[in-house]
């Protein structure tokens, strides 16, 4: 027992080394081919033949044969086995490529074939059905119907349940062909009180929270019209006469209901009383203050009595017409509140008279920054006047008297026909 195992150690180590050597034999140009079987594994009896398609002029030209245009073809008694095109390409384009080697157990050399190759994906067709017609693809319905069969034959209860729901809540297209006349009679019959487009587009004007403005107006001056914003009648009562008196821009300033606006008090700064315009401009410039110092008091309940003083500056007809359109009287109450419409509404009004005294391109950060609002915000209520929010040309800048540093700052630009923003749609959950 002993000298046997001896004898397999020294057959063992009488074994030649293994080494690794490039195959310079010549194989032809193909060579040994690799196949990968996805589905069915043919015997190994099975004999597999090698055919190349025709080759292209630049092939020709290389001499070099590529592996994708090769067809490995195989059968038995009961399949046929050929390359699959689309999934051969799809491995080429993979960038994987595998080198085959050759051992000799004897020699104990490795010959390693020199060029490397791709797979080739093989298919299968059964010869016994290759002689039956291709049926055709099952219809939505057919589809649906073998489900539910499955579906009630081996189905869970709640499937059943769910099929069942599905069976009640089908319309019947062909019932419903000799009522549709009555039914198509009855929606229009529920339609007659529903508004149509124009109507909902006036009803929708009528209720944004701005000034009364012209859709057909052409020109930027006569979307909001100046007596729509203040009414005719305050404007005649508002005096600046003590502008006219004022030796300085401080008497000026403290002429104001609001004196913490710079952009007010930078275009106040500008303007003096020798034009009709500017007087005009500062009348504006007047009513804002007073709108601004109105916002300032709406924050708390409002106090009449108190108003007045703080308005004195304008006119009582003035801080009445306030009240009335921008502040609500609580049921049993003294005090005016104003609430969140009506202080949007009244942002709208000083935007307005904003876009007057700025040529219709006001700058939003400046006023963002009086009102304590993120610029945004500003922006937002500009755009609800049909502002496009933008930054002016050279040509604009011309036009209005700004400097070139104002070339980088965002304005409100108005202009006409007015346009306003569209509602916004929402997503559709999933």
Same mark, same amino acid.
């Given at each position: ?25 010549? @194989?032809?140009?193909?060579?040994p ?21 025709k ?13 994708r ?12 086995f ?21 051992h ?9 074939i ?26 939505? @319905? ?49 339609a ?26 052409t020109?930027?001056?006569?979307i909001y019209?100046? *007596? ?28 104001l ?9 930078e *275009? @106040? ?5 020798s034009?009709?315009?500017n007087?005009?401009n ?79 391109a ?6 963002? *920054? ?19 929010i ?15 540093s ?14 306003f923003?569209k ?8």
């Open positions: 027992m002993s000298a046997a195992v001896v004898n397999k150690k020294r057959k063992r180590d009488s074994s030649p080394e293994p080494r690794f050597v490039v195959s310079t034999s010549s @194989l032809g140009k193909t060579g081919l690799l196949v990968s079987y996805p589905a069915v594994s043919p015997p190994q009896s099975t004999h597999f033949k090698c055919y190349a398609r080759k292209s002029k630049t092939e020709a030209e290389d001499g070099k044969e590529d592996q245009n090769l067809l490995v073809v195989g059968e038995t008694k009961a399949v046929e050929t390359t699959n095109d689309e999934e051969t390409q799809k491995a080429a384009d993979s960038g994987c490529r595998y080198l085959i080697a050759v000799n157990k004897r020699t104990g050399e490795t010959s390693l020199p060029s490397s190759k791709s797979p080739q994906i093989l298919s299968h067709t059964v010869k016994a059905l290759k002689s039956l017609p291709v049926s055709a693809a099952p219809s939505k @319905l057919q589809y649906l119907a073998a489900k539910n069969a499955l579906g009630e034959t081996f189905g869970t209860k709640k499937q059943k349940a769910s099929i069942r729901a599905q069976e009640r809540n089908r319309i019947d297209v062909s019932a419903m062909e000799g009522v549709m006349n009555y039914v198509m009679d009855s929606i229009d019959k529920g007659e009180g529903l508004m149509t487009a124009e109507e909902t587009k006036e009803a929708a004007d009528s209720n944004r929270l701005i000034p009364p403005f012209s859709a057909e107006a020109d930027p001056a006569d019209p100046l *007596h729509s914003i203040i009414p005719e009648a305050e404007w005649k009562a508002l005096s600046i006469a003590p502008f006219d008196a004022a030796s300085d821009m401080k008497q000026k300033k403290a002429m209901p609001y004196q913490r606006s710079s952009w007010v008090n *275009h @106040l700064k500008n303007l003096d009383t034009t009709s315009k007087k005009k500062i009348k504006i410039l007047l009513y804002i203050s007073a709108l601004l110092a109105f916002r300032q008091a709406g924050f708390k309940p409002i106090d009449k009595e108190k108003l007045y003083e703080r308005l004195s500056a304008v006119p009582s007809i003035t801080v009445d017409s306030f009240l009335n359109r921008f502040a609500e009287q609580p049921r049993g109450q003294t005090s005016f509140q104003m609430t969140t419409a009506t202080g949007t509404n009244l942002l709208t009004h000083i935007f307005a008279l904003c876009l007057k005294v700025d040529g219709f006001t700058n939003t950060k400046v006023i963002a *920054h009086d009102l304590s609002m993120p610029v945004t915000q500003v922006n937002d209520l500009f755009k609800s006047l049909g502002c496009k933008t930054k002016l040309s050279d040509k604009e800048r011309a036009q209005l008297g700004l400097a070139a104002a070339a980088e700052d965002k304005r409100a630009v108005l202009t006409a026909p007015v346009e923003p509602p916004r749609l929402r997503k559709k959950n999933k």
